[in-house]
């Protein structure tokens, strides 16, 4: 009898998530350390940057507005990510994180690939599309 294999997990870059998941690491895993601070000083740089995202990207404007605000150059780039891939184990060595393992499911700021709503031109958040996409599934 084969045994079948566990599927992967497979997540998908988004700013829901993104943005989402720093509440379940401090309810739920205490133990993992992430660090936004740099991603917040580096590439979203002060307080009228971050509420023009914001705006931008949840409350109707586009993504590219969105993240016109923010600071994407090169150099800024590698603040993206706020939970290194790399760590080190019991004996201080240097390894790759187990993907199977990894709790954080999106430890990178989502800047080229992103889920967006279905046939947004320009690209809107799929948090935005939904009311537009089933407006009836709305209650007020």
């Not at 988004?14 to 895993?29: A, T, V």
């Not at 605000?69 to 994180?97: G, M, N, T």
Request: aromatic share 16%; with cysteine.
């Amino acid at each position: 009898v084969a045994v079948p294999e566990t599927p992967k997990k497979i997540t998908l870059p988004s700013f829901e998530s993104f943005f989402g998941h720093p509440s379940d690491l401090l309810y739920y895993y205490g133990h993992v350390k992430c660090d936004y601070a740099p991603f917040l000083a580096r590439i979203v740089r002060s307080w009228p940057n971050w509420n023009s995202f914001f705006k931008s990207l949840f409350f109707g404007g586009t993504i590219p507005e969105a993240l016109s605000a923010l600071d994407l150059s090169a150099e800024a780039r590698p603040c993206a990510w706020v939970r290194s891939p790399i760590h080190s184990d019991c004996h201080d060595r240097l390894k790759w994180r187990c993907e199977e393992k990894n709790i954080t499911f999106v430890p990178r700021f989502p800047i080229d690939s992103f889920l967006k709503a279905k046939g947004s031109d320009p690209p809107r958040t799929w948090l935005f599309g939904i009311p537009i996409s089933s407006p009836t599934s709305i209650v007020c």
